[in-house]
């Protein structure tokens, strides 16, 4: 397997987790993040977790009330092409490739609201197909590509919904507590994260009919969320390691067999990663952040 390595200046936030874990954060608190780089932008996501109110200090001119502008880009043969962006938009859980790469979907956080979109794979004819929905985490194109898995807040719980793309209403799919679906190829299965126990939590799966899946036990620690099928649907790719840093890790979902696909440094730290749909190549995004991240107690009025 050949690695190629991708590194934009964001965080996994454990450093920033544990500057609220080591404090007495808890609704109606007030928090201050110096800096909307990596860490503070992960810092104000922990911190709208929590139900604190934040508040944001830069002298960054591209930083305003409306929050920063990102974009979705796409880079090949050395060349980066922009595909859509979007005035005070937050792009969250990252872009989902449909199977046959002609349609990506994401999720989008903008002017109080979080939408679904889908366009074509040259960011053309961008729409969105649902904005009725509190999105979390990534979206997962459904088996046969006219749907959109995703996990929505359902009364402060993430639960499982497919969104049609011809603009049909949303329907559920799974009750129970989860985020970050990833379909195995030929749509059998899904598996998906569970709720966090402390700072770990455990891999499910369920059927196309949403009936319980059998699969290995599988437990990891947060930030480690981001699922990827091999090829063939045998063998699942994950981050394994501690909080601050963790390596590929690669799980036969026949034999339970797990074989670790690192070695990383120490101060190699990864944010995220994804797999070619060949299964021969990984991109890593890498950890890199110089922002802080502060608690404040601001005089009540």
Do not use: C
């Amino acid at each position: 397997m050949t690695l190629t390595f991708n590194s934009p200046d964001k965080h996994l936030g454990g450093v920033t987790y544990g500057g609220y874990s080591d404090s007495i954060v808890t609704k109606g608190k007030k928090v201050g993040v110096a800096g909307l780089g990596g860490l503070g932008h992960m810092g104000v996501k922990f911190a709208h977790a929590y139900g604190v109110y934040v508040v944001v200090f830069t002298t960054s001119p591209n930083v305003s009330t409306a929050g920063t502008s990102e974009s979705i880009w796409k880079l090949a043969n050395g060349t980066g092409t922009e595909l859509w962006n979007g005035p005070g938009a937050q792009v969250f859980g990252g872009p989902a490739i449909a199977p046959d790469g002609r349609h990506i979907a994401f999720s989008v956080r903008q002017h109080g609201r979080t939408s679904l979109y889908v366009m074509q794979a040259d960011g053309t004819n961008a729409r969105i197909v649902s904005d009725s929905l509190d999105l979390q985490g990534a979206p997962a194109w459904s088996p046969g590509e006219q749907s959109i898995t995703s996990a929505a807040s359902d009364h402060g719980i993430p639960r499982l919904f497919r969104v049609p793309i011809d603009g049909r209403p949303s329907v559920p799919f799974l009750q129970e507590y989860l985020v970050d679906p990833a379909w195995a190829p030929g749509g059998r299965f899904v598996v998906y994260s569970g709720p966090d126990i402390g700072t770990q939590f455990s891999v499910k799966a369920v059927t196309a009919e949403a009936a319980a899946h059998s699969m290995p036990a599988l437990t990891l620690t947060r930030g480690a969320r981001h699922l990827t099928f091999l090829p063939g649907g045998r063998a699942l790719v994950f981050l394994r390691g501690d909080i601050q840093h963790k390596n590929l890790w690669v799980l036969d979902l026949e034999t339970g067999a797990e074989r670790q696909l690192t070695n990383l440094t120490p101060d190699f730290d990864i944010h995220d990663f994804d797999i070619s749909p060949d299964g021969r190549e990984v991109v890593l995004e890498r950890v890199r952040e110089r922002s802080d991240v502060v608690l404040l107690d601001l005089p009540r009025r």
